[in-house]
């Protein structure tokens, strides 16, 4: 063997070097969770009408805009969602009410007015829209009945 140069190593523990490196590579990447953007089931305008939940774009939304109010009788918070993932905004309502009532959440286009919306009886809990293209400039919706009487509506900002 010579000393001068790389030829020291046996040629055989060289490939073995080789060998382990390619097998603990490709065990690393075997682990590494999938990120929200790859386990995200639509983007943009393939979202429009879907649910934010199912699709995996709810894992990496946040609030970009919120209005609270309390005519449903106690604390309700109607916020507009965004997914950078999913490219998509949704409006989601949550409250924690005295009265069950009746109630429209809708994620509305502010260019347009289209909109898509889920309606229900509502009471203690949180309730989401369909999503729609996050490239539109958009606000979220709220209107309810209360099962005592009265109604009203309230609105977020738009985004």
Known sequence: MRTADRLTIPKWHRLMSFAVAGVLAATVLAFVPATPASAAGCYAASCEGKDPSTLGCAADAYTVAVVYDDRLGYIEGLELRYSPACR???????????????????????ANRNNFKTTGSFRNSYRWSPMMDG?????????????SGGSGNFRTGAY
Do not use: E, H, M, Q
């Open 88 to 110: 998509a905004n949704w409006a989601r309502l949550s409250a924690r009410s005295y009265y069950p009532a009746w109630v429209s959440i809708s994620v509305v286009n502010d």
């Open 135 to 147: 490239s539109k400039r958009v606000f979220a919706s709220a209107g309810f009945a209360l099962d």
